[in-house]
Each structure stands twice: as structure tokens, then as C-alpha cells.
């Protein structure tokens, strides 16, 4: 199914492979990397937000972010379980279109740009 379709209600899929987001991603909406500071520092995607899923105050730092409710917010994080579990708070949170987007090797390897 594609990401347009997702968006339009296609599905309540909460993921995006990694090569769809480099051809189909928004660049203007949010990505978050949702590992710890740092796997972050040791190389992240360009843009990219860090707010590690696994912080007690995780719900807390979303909150005060100024996040679409419908629009698309992309997470990622090593492999894409954490930026999975990540999704699923954000869509509870209210935000219907957190997508996981994978892992950052999958990502860089499908032409992600890198920092």
C-alpha cells in the first residue's frame, strides 16, 4: 500500500519502509530519532530530532513539541522497534500519522541523507 493511501486513510499501518521514505517522504515534516544521545552522536539522518523513547519523560518531551495531529511525523531509530513502540505512543498521544520508518543503517543504505 502506498504512503499516500496510508495518509488517506488506507490503512492503520504505523510503517513506512525505509526506501519509501527517501523517494516518497515528506522533507518539511518532523523526524525524530528515538535512540539514545549516543547512538545519536555517533551519526544520525540530517534534520533529525533526538528524543529517546526510553526516557522517563518521553511522553513529556513530545508533548511540549509542536507536532502535526494528522500530518506525518517520522521516527527511527537502530532496527525499528523502538521507533515501532515510539509510533504507537504518538498515535495514542493523538498524533495519527507517526510512522516508523526503520532502522538508520536500512535508511543510509536506501539514500537517507546522513549527519
Given at each position: 500500500?502506498?504512503f ?9 499501518d ?17 523526524l ?12 544520525h ?16 518531551q ?54
Amino acid at each position: 500500500m502506498s504512503f499516500l493511501s496510508r495518509l488517506l486513510g488506507g490503512s492503520d499501518d504505523t510503517t513506512l519502509a525505509p526506501a519509501d521514505y527517501v523517494a516518497q517522504g515528506d522533507p518539511e515534516a518532523p523526524l525524530l530519532d528515538v535512540r539514545t544521545p549516543a547512538e545519536y552522536a555517533q551519526g544520525h539522518l540530517a534534520g533529525a530530532v533526538n528524543v529517546d523513547v526510553m526516557a522517563p519523560d518521553f511522553r513529556q518531551q513530545i508533548s511540549a513539541m509542536d507536532l502535526p495531529k494528522d500530518g506525518p511525523v517520522y521516527l527511527y531509530c537502530r532496527s525499528g522497534n523502538r521507533s515501532g513502540t515510539a509510533a504507537g505512543i504518538l498515535r495514542q498521544m493523538g498524533h495519527g500519522g507517526a510512522l516508523n520508518i526503520g532502522g538508520f543503517q536500512a535508511l543510509a543504505r536506501a539514500g537517507a541523507e546522513t549527519a
